[in-house]
């Protein structure tokens, strides 16, 4: 097992849409591994492929550490499809890849979802409320789309300093990131 770097703010391959997984090969049960160990370090609820640099469509999510969640299963979502959505409510969000910055997002109440689970086999799940809100965030990144990203305009501006810091790799977190200064840019 390995504790990966999380892809943060500014680097490309969070903008990037990736693709669906056709088998489940070792190296893939590994990626999950990996993926859950990454979160579980980092604190987090949910965790894209997309955020350890990976353009898998392939999402883990656990929220049994929530307040009233204890029971909550860990879940490996592979090539999530929304079959549909129903109602709306808003409530704050965070982001391992967008430290510190917080804000209310509205979202769908609850969804039915079609995926691939970790027999590979396909099932549809109905989930709601915080499950359902995991899982919409995280099918996001799936689609290079970051929650700040679904605020008005004028709501996105107050995040603007806390965003630059981000992208010149300036924050203090407990989990390791590669930021948009060590990576790249071409063009
Ligand atoms: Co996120």
Known sequence: MATLPIYTYGTPVLRQKAKPVDRLSNQLVKLIIDMFETMHS?????????????LHRVLVIDVSGVE???????????????LSQAGAWSMEEGCLSIPDVRDEIERPESIC??????????VEVEFD?????????????????????????????LHTDALKQIQRGEMEVQYSVVTSADVPVSG
């Open 42 to 54: 980092a604190q987090g609820i949910g965790l894209a492929a997309t955020q350890i640099g990976s």
């Open 68 to 82: 009233g969640m204890e029971d909550a299963k860990p879940l490996t979502i592979i090539n999530p499809e929304v």
């Open 113 to 122: 979802l079609r995926y691939k689970d970790t027999n590979f086999r396909d």
């Open 129 to 157: 409320g915080l499950l359902a809100r995991v899982i919409l965030h995280e099918i996001d990144h799936l689609d290079g789309i970051l929650f700040i990203d679904r605020l008005p305009a004028d709501r996105k501006k």
